[in-house]
């Protein structure tokens, strides 16, 4: 799973035949799932949630990766993990900047449903 950030398209130097003409990358940040305690199943167990968070180089920058647009699957709904309070500063605009936990909302649509329920 990954936030898109960027949507590229590369230019080859002119004049020659170049593999990548016409082709989209995307760069996105990726996300990780955090593995739970109840075993092989990687859900919280009363939501059936996956939680996923942010990866992280060792030196706490998030780990950017660039890929072929056709790679792309579908798009997720994520939301912030609260916790017992919510962080003050969070507003629609910039939750998925400063929450370091989210919630891969698998009741947002059935064609997310199906797949994240097996």
Known sequence: ?????????????????????????????????????????????????????????????????IIPVTQLRSPVNLFPRFGASADNRLTPYNSMEHASQFWLNKYWDKNTYLPLSM
């Open 1 to 65: 799973i990954g936030q898109i950030r960027l949507i590229m398209c590369p230019i080859g130097k002119s004049g020659t035949n170049w593999s990548w003409k016409d082709r989209f990358l995307v760069y996105v940040h990726r996300f990780d799932i955090v593995p739970q305690s109840s075993g092989t199943n990687d859900r919280e167990p009363s939501t059936q949630l996956h939680l996923l968070k942010r990866a992280k180089h060792s030196n706490g920058t998030w780990v950017g990766d």
